[in-house]
């Protein structure tokens, strides 16, 4: 039997400068078998091993109908981060995985899907989104809303370009304060929601963000009249071991990494009042 | 796998814990139920003493500063340079200093003792007692222990004077709790608020200039002589006085705000005045009375000595040239940092005996590995005055030695004998010579006025090293869930101070005194009185003292904005 | 070790109590024993022992609960690494498969090995856990002297236990009655000491049950059914919580000694090439448990600590979740909390809504 708590060994196929302090990074497992394996579902995360260092959690930012390698984004705010931050391309890190629930991406076959992204927290949405483009045909109508502080705090900027050009969704990107260059529109994310048509009693909402964001848009889109359970967000809490053992992501009678991170926002309501 | 019972070597408490040691490091900590200390139960720093004394930061072989860094040597080497210089400069008049541990066993502390009066024939030794303990110098010979840590639980009136009890000593905040839950009254009298504020059926949050008068005032009260009513706690005074006369087994315990406020002498002479037989200080390290009972002072012999301060001012005017400092961090504990480092840097050699590469450390010209208490023999004598017996747990790390061990190498090494063949030899001729019982104390006076209110220094700023702070943090640094536990540093400001000055919450504030300046993250709250601030020691940040003066927690200070 | 009894296969039997020594150095024999023992200065511990003179069956529960000692300790490596060029090396601890028997631990203590089973055991499985309590037998002892902070007749967990042990041990007058609930049990005491039990042993046993539950526990009832009831509905004002909060002293020492409570913090220790990873006992009641990176702190708060310690030790979707409720009733949070906050007085706080 394995041992749940013995990390994998993946190697670092590239890495991409997403932001001054963000990057990205593609891993593939060293062996080819696990690799060809791997299977996951999106917005499920993984732990991510640096010995002497740490662990940590990081959301797979690509999804599971891409195979060969995986990524995921990270910002350097602690440990782990600043370590992982300093490392190169083929170097090792250890990688356990995947966790938690991941969203849920059948249930909402049929419906219009709308995103609403904030500066690190597109990521986790990402991986539903390529998802979301390999399996189109299984959806309706795709709306994708993203914003960040600066235009230089935009992630996957690049995808942000493939994205506008596709003709199958819609795309819009705001910032909250423009650089000389900039062009597209300005003002926090939530502004954006007066330009587009929803068919709000079959659409539902994919949120992530920082939190004050969150709230702004969860209150927008209840004034819309969405319904609480087509609300989907991630709740954060400090994780370490990722497979519910250690109780540092317990919240009421949940645990983040085995009962989330996603939640609806009938269950995030409940659960944030429970100790 | 066996467990040896010892005492934790953190806080003066002194809990009795079973330790059990394996291949190097310590697998389990537990406290003990039968010790009349612990009874079942730790602090979180007893709990995380694994992670503490086992780290790798450990300093294994003697050290020496070559070219700004330092370069491993042996034993050999160390002891042959060290008894060069020491025999060069021990000789010249009052130019040797020894600065002992507070911390280190009452065994150490005695070989210490006769290693600075036999062998570099000194009386200036001296241990952080006069850095922590000033105002009780002079009543050292009056003074003994009465109260015991358990006979609190059964007192039923309980006065707090100056001290936050659940960070300086968790044992006891634990004893007044029970006798809280048993009926018991509770009294406190702190500038600062402190969780027990809360439980007090009377709780007086004076200036702090103001604390000596009104202890004197109660003093007075309680005696019946005529005393001054116009201070506005004239009333909650009357009160305190009237419980006190009519309480069966009354316990006063004082702490960290009369030894080290301001005019904590004049505080602390009027505390002991009222209530000597029912007085319990509050002394938070593990063997500072062991290390003043044993010798560590310039004030157990004929000729007084210089104390841990005048060495330092000794050595700024140039007449000490030398010191030899173990197990203390002077440079982060003593106060004053910037004139601290002056006074070090300033020698011409200093040794270094420690577990750590502390601050202090770093400044030494040689560096001797001691182990720790978890790695020798030895005994500790806690703040209730009983004795207990230290047993090791583990081999001593590395090349390091226990300190009593390496004074009586360095003593071989410098031509003289201390006469020590084993550690029961120490013991038996402190047993012999009854060393405790027919020790006196000579006369002595520190004089610890501290700062004044002033136009340029208008607020009183307290630094608070927080229960996980404890004192200098070179043990805490070391364990990681210790580390987790203190957050950013603060300065904690006043609401209406905060409103009146445009300081916002979370806004980088400069704290400037007459002796240096540090940045903190402001805290609004109205724990504290309007022209109080209290600066809280942070990850990283152990060197709030740079705005003290010696020995005192206490300052005068202004505040300014900072870009 | 598979502890459901199988019908026809479950005996009970008899042995005197002058043979329980010799029928212990049998056993000694063939596993590792650990056992209750005296220590020179009164205290009780748990510890590997290589003759029966060792032990005592006269106990009081130590403060760390032996069934964590062994199954969870205090301080654990899971692996070591070391840097090899451009890889690293990665080597899991060598698992034994030394049985073990912890003999003579109590009711309480069982109760929470359960517990702590089902947790460790059930969803994703624990390896290092599970591989030593595969390898674990329990002799557990009932009860018939309790301790003046005993409570484990109202949490339902003893003091005598119907299963979940390989052996159950009775002191009837000169004798034992031993209780097999395991073949692991039954092969302990295939050997010739012990003879068939009758059914007036097992009568005695009962008796001797009710009336330590009747008249022999000092600590007043601790009604859980309305503690439950409340902090499940989240009735219960935040100043209760923050009254008890002001009395917790941050020692952590609640989460050790309970015997149900399992959270734990990983730590890379060593040098930058080679170290191990260790997990270590961490608390819900320091304030750096749930603090994120960011900063944030969900409970800041010593009182919402409080709050969270207590809904996750009675709160209905846990008691669901794992079969019964946190407590064990061992007392140990009475002996050991520097702040006076225990099991039975927030019990009783929280049925009365007030300190």
Not at chain 2, 443 to 456: C, F, K, M, R, Y
Not at chain 3, 34 to 56: C, H, Q, R, V
Not at chain 3, 166 to 189: C, F, H, M, R, W
Request: charge should be neutral; hydrophobic fraction near 35%; aromatic fraction near 10%.
């Amino acid at each position: 039997m394995g041992n749940i708590y013995l990390p994998y060994k993946t190697i670092i196929k590239d890495i991409k400068q997403e932001t001054p302090d963000t990057k990205t990074f593609v891993l593939a497992f060293k062996d080819k078998k696990i690799q060809e394996n791997f299977d996951y579902k999106p917005g499920q995360f993984v732990e991510l091993s640096i010995y002497g260092a740490g662990e940590a959690p990081f959301g797979i930012s690509t999804s599971p109908t891409q195979k060969g390698s995986f990524a995921i984004t990270v910002r350097a705010v602690g440990r782990v981060t600043r370590a992982l931050h300093k490392l190169e391309i083929g170097n090792e890190v250890g990688i356990r995985g995947p966790f938690g629930n991941g969203f849920p991406y059948s249930e909402v076959k049929g419906k219009d899907i709308l995103f609403v992204g904030g500066g690190i927290g597109l990521p986790p949405l990402r991986s539903l989104i390529y998802y979301i483009f390999d399996n189109r045909g299984d959806y309706k109508n795709i709306t994708i809303l993203y914003g960040a502080r600066t235009p230089e705090d935009l992630v996957y900027k690049d995808d942000l370009t493939q994205w506008g050009k596709r003709t199958d969704i819609k795309l819009m990107v705001t910032v909250d304060a423009a650089s000389k260059d900039w062009e597209g529109n300005v003002g926090v994310v939530t502004t954006l929601f007066e330009q587009i048509q929803l068919d709000v009693p079959n659409t539902v909402a994919f949120v992530c963000g920082p939190p004050i964001m969150i709230k702004f848009v969860i209150r927008d889109l209840l004034k819309m009249g969405f319904l609480e359970e087509n609300i989907i967000s991630t709740l954060e809490r400090y994780m370490k071991c990722g497979v519910g053992k250690c109780g540092h992501c317990a919240i009421g009678h949940k645990y983040v990494c085995i009962d989330g991170p996603v939640f609806n926002y009938r269950q995030i309501k409940n659960l944030k009042e429970e100790p | 796998m066996k467990e040896v019972l010892t005492v934790c070597p953190f806080c003066g408490c002194g809990c009795g814990i079973y330790l059990t040691g394996e291949n190097g490091i310590i697998a389990r900590v537990t406290p003990s139920l039968s010790n009349p200390v612990s009874k079942g139960s730790l602090c979180i720093k007893g709990w995380h003493i694994s992670e503490v004394f086992t780290s790798p930061n450990r300093i294994q072989k003697p050290l020496i500063k070559v070219n700004g860094s330092f370069k491993e040597i042996s034993w050999e080497e160390a002891f042959e340079l060290i008894s060069l210089k020491f025999n060069s400069i021990k000789d010249k008049e009052n130019s040797f200093g020894i600065i002992g541990s507070s911390k280190f066993s009452n065994e150490d502390s005695y070989t210490l003792h006769k290693f600075a009066r036999q062998i570099i024939k000194t009386n200036n030794i001296d241990s952080s007692f006069t850095l922590h303990y000033a105002p009780l110098i002079e009543r050292l010979n009056d003074f003994d222990f009465y109260v015991t840590i358990n006979d609190i639980e059964n007192s039923d009136l309980i006065i707090i004077i100056g001290s936050n009890i659940t960070v300086e000593a968790p044992q006891i905040a634990r004893r007044v709790l029970k006798a809280y839950d048993k009926g018991a009254k509770v009294v406190v009298i702190n500038s600062l608020k402190i969780p027990f504020s809360s439980i007090a059926s009377i709780y007086i949050q004076p200036v702090p200039e103001e604390l000596s008068v009104l202890i004197e005032t109660l003093g007075k009260i309680i005696n019946k002589k005529s005393y001054d009513k116009s201070n506005s706690n004239i009333f909650k005074l009357e009160e305190i006085a009237s419980l006190y006369v009519k309480a069966q087994n009354p316990v006063c315990i004082c702490g960290e705000d009369v030894f080290k406020g301001v005019k904590g002498g004049a505080s602390f002479s009027s505390i002991f005045e009222i209530f000597k037989h029912r007085l319990f200080p509050l002394f938070t390290i593990n063997n500072i009375i062991g290390a003043i009972s044993f010798g560590v002072s310039p004030y157990v012999n004929e000729k007084k000595g210089l104390n841990i301060i005048e060495m330092l001012n000794a050595s700024l005017e140039g007449s000490i040239k030398c010191l030899y400092i173990i197990g203390e961090d002077i440079l982060l504990s003593a106060g004053d940092y910037n004139r601290t480092r002056e006074a070090l840097e300033k020698l011409e050699f200093l040794v270094v005996q420690d577990l750590f590469l502390t601050e202090t450390a770093l400044l030494a010209d040689v560096v001797l590995p001691a182990c720790s208490s978890l790695e020798k023999k030895g005994s500790f004598i806690n703040m209730e005055g009983s004795i207990q017996p230290v047993l090791p747990v583990l081999k001593p790390l590395g090349d390091s030695k226990p300190d009593w061990q390496i004074f009586t190498e360095l003593s071989e090494k410098l031509g003289n004998k201390l006469f020590y063949k084993d550690f029961d030899e120490i013991t038996k001729e402190i047993e012999k010579i009854n060393f405790l019982k027919n020790k006196k104390f000579l006369q002595a006076e520190v004089s610890h006025l501290g700062d004044v209110i002033s136009d340029e220094f208008p607020l009183w700023a307290k630094v608070d090293n927080s229960r996980l702070f404890f004192h200098t943090g070179t043990l805490l640094k070391n364990s990681s869930t210790l580390m987790r536990e203190i957050e950013q540093g603060t300065v904690i400001i006043n609401s209406e101070y905060a409103k009146e000055n445009d300081i916002r919450n979370n806004e980088k504030v400069k704290i400037i005194s007459k002796r240096g300046e540090i940045i903190r993250n402001a805290v609004i709250s109205d724990e504290v009185l309007k022209n109080i601030i209290l600066v809280r020691g942070g990850l990283g940040d152990f060197s709030s003292n740079v705005i003290l003066p010696f020995g005192l927690k206490w300052t005068t200070v202004r505040l300014e904005k900072s870009r | 070790m598979d502890n459901s009894k199988t019908g026809e296969e479950q005996m009970n039997k008899l042995i005197k109590k002058e043979n329980i020594k010799l029928w212990l150095n049998e056993i000694i024999k063939k596993y590792k024993v650990i056992a209750p023992y005296k220590l020179e200065t009164g205290d009780f511990g748990f510890k590997p022992i290589s003759n029966a003179d060792e032990i005592t069956l006269d106990y009081i529960n130590p403060v760390i609960s032996p069934v964590k000692q062994i199954l969870f300790p205090a301080r654990e490596v899971m692996l070591h690494y070391k840097k090899k060029g451009d890889s690293w090396e990665v080597e899991l601890p060598k698992e034994t498969d030394e049985k073990v028997v912890l003999f003579g631990i109590r009711s309480c203590d069982l109760s929470a090995m359960l517990f702590l089973d089902k947790f460790f055991m059930e969803g994703f499985v624990d390896n290092y856990y599970k591989s030593r309590r595969d390898n674990l037998i329990t002799v557990n002892i009932t009860c018939t002297e309790p301790a003046d902070w005993c409570f484990c007749v109202c949490a339902d967990c003893g003091p005598s236990k119907e299963e979940g042990f390989d052996l159950q041990l009775t002191e009837i007058n000169d004798n034992y009655l031993v209780e097999i609930g395991s073949p692991a049990g039954k092969e302990l005491v295939n050997i010739d000491y012990f003879k068939e039990a009758e059914e007036s042993n097992l009568k005695e046993k009962e008796r001797l049950v009710e009336e330590t539950k009747n008249n022999k526990f000092k600590m007043p009832t601790t009604y859980f059914s309305k503690a439950i009831q409340n902090i499940t509905a989240n009735s219960i004002d935040k100043e209760l919580w923050d009254k008890l909060g002001g009395r917790c002293l941050g020692c952590g020492s609640c989460s050790f000694v309970c015997p149900t409570c399992s959270c734990f913090n990983v730590i890379d220790e060593g040098e930058d090439s080679k170290g191990k990873r260790v997990r270590s006992w961490d608390s819900c009641m320091y304030c750096g448990f749930t603090r994120e990176t960011s900063g944030y702190n969900p409970r800041k708060a010593p009182g919402d600590r409080v709050k969270r310690r207590y809904y996750h030790k009675l709160s209905y979707y846990y008691l669901t979740k794992m079969g019964s409720c946190g407590c064990v009733g061992c007392g140990r949070c009475i002996v050991s909390c520097l702040g006076g906050i225990d099991m039975p007085m927030v019990v009783k706080a929280v049925r009365r809504g007030k300190v």
